[in-house]
């Protein structure tokens, strides 16, 4: 699974994706969807290159690139990655190798493709697939531990957890790009004190740190994916945030779970991630002592070798007042994606079990990823215990749910001794006052 392209000692020349801390440099080579700022022209697809795009529709008509790799960059013409998701792993990979060649140091294509660059500076980005499906996943234990203890607090992990990767269908509609901005969504609320519900704006705003994962090749309906071919169909990550009305949940989730709590709006990074440049990344999937192994569809032992993948994710907050005052967004939490109970094979495997098919573009989340201790838990609910205990942020202001012009931000990278940095870029949201 390591090749040439994942070498940490593969240097660009476009400079800005060798300095120390890139988000981009040649070993990651994400894609996006994206167009000039302001411009009112098709979204076409991006490659990111340290501080710049590489416009794959510029790129495939320069005809720089040969056979699979010349079919894949003449997909990213579209303006949605699906066409590239749907061509498949081969094809994927023969692009990013002939990415990667071409953006080396001393490469002969080097004229030719300075001139299909755009500075990320000057580009706005759009959702980067048409997502026909979208399923959210709550795949971490300590997350489901600690908000079951908040709402079932004699029974806070349901007995089903350790046996089945748990989901529901979300909804595609309002799914935004990072800068999507929405108002304050109102739904029923109810008090304890108070028997009758009331129609108002959610007082417990809160945020979900997630990934999320594209599908990229389907499969038939009726033909599930087995967990050894399950990878195959995904084409990359990206960050998620799964923006959560508590007050509304807690009254509307039983029995059939999250609704108008969630569907007003998820928030996604304009960049995806390549399984395949995650590779350096990858860790072993293991349950501790005592816990039940998967059943057989969800086990082989690739996954259990390298099943997990240790991204780290980084939620932040910025304040109207912070913004004004030009100070730093403060951090509310680090985690990692290794802290998932459930792999994304097992995702796979499990959501097509029953014959389900899954179309290029589908988009998974992989839920809140919070880890074992408090400082990685991934969502107000968690930070606050519920709101009773206020987050202090800098000069004096503090939060237990958000407030109207609060942006919260995600962040993910991976990193480690002899490895590349692969960044994620970042997923920005702001929460804007309720419809009056
Ligand atoms: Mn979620």
Redesign the pocket.
């Known amino acids: 699974m390591i090749n040439e392209t994942h070498d940490p000692a593969l240097r660009s020349w476009v400079a800005s994706a060798n300095a120390p801390g890139s988000d981009f440099p040649i070993q990651n080579l994400p894609f996006a969807v994206f167009r000039p700022k302001g411009k009112a022209g098709p979204f076409r697809c991006g490659v990111a290159i340290g501080d710049q795009i590489l416009d794959l529709a510029v790129a495939s008509r320069a005809q720089v690139f040969q056979s699979v790799a010349a079919q894949a960059a003449a997909a990213g013409t579209k303006e949605s990655l699906n066409a590239l998701m749907a061509m498949g792993n081969n094809a994927w990979s023969a692009l990013r190798l002939a990415l990667s060649r071409a953006l080396r140091e001393k490469a002969s294509e080097q004229q030719v493709l300075a001139a299909c660059l755009a500075p990320q500076s000057e580009a706005e980005y759009d959702v980067p697939a048409h997502i026909g499906d979208y399923t ?1 996943f ?1 795949t971490s234990i300590h997350h489901a531990t600690n908000i079951g203890r908040q709402f079932r607090p004699d029974n806070p992990l349901l007995p089903n957890f350790k046996w089945i990767p748990i989901g529901y269908h979300g909804r595609c509609s309002s799914i935004g790009v990072s800068g999507q901005r929405f108002p304050r969504p109102a739904g029923q609320l109810k008090s304890t004190d108070v028997l009758k519900p009331v129609l108002a704006a959610s007082k417990r705003m809160d945020i ?1 740190l ?1 990934l999320g994962i594209f599908i990229g090749q389907g499969n038939d309906s009726g033909a599930p994916i087995p967990i050894g071919q399950a990878e195959q169909h995904v084409f990359g990550l990206c960050l998620l945030n ?1 923006w ?1 009305a508590r007050d509304i949940q807690a009254w509307e989730y039983q029995p059939l779970g999250p609704f108008l709590a ?1 569907n007003f709006a998820t928030t996604l990074s304009p960049w995806v991630v390549t399984l395949e440049a995650l590779a350096p990344y990858r860790v072993p999937f293991t349950r501790a002592e005592g816990d039940p192994e998967p059943l057989p569809y969800l086990d082989s032992p690739c996954n259990r070798e390298r099943g997990c993948i240790d991204i780290r994710m980084e939620a932040l907050i910025r304040t109207e007042r912070m913004l004004r005052e030009g100070t730093p967004a403060f951090s509310l939490a680090r985690t990692s994606y290794k802290y998932s109970y459930w792999t994304i094979a097992q995702l796979v495997a499990h959501h097509t079990v029953n014959g389900c098919n899954l179309r290029p573009g589908d988009l998974f ?1 992989s ?2 990823m919070s880890g074992p201790v408090l400082e990685q838990a991934a969502a107000l609910i968690e930070l606050t215990a519920g709101g009773k205990n206020p987050i202090a942020l800098p000069r004096g202001e503090s939060r237990t749910w958000l407030e109207d012009g609060d942006t919260a931000i995600l962040t993910g990278w991976c990193e480690g001794p002899g490895k590349a940095r692969i960044g994620f870029g970042t997923c920005e949201g702001t929460l804007l006052p309720a419809r009056s």
Do not use: A, L, R
């Open positions: 959210d709550y979900e997630e799964d959560s969630k989340g839920g809140t």
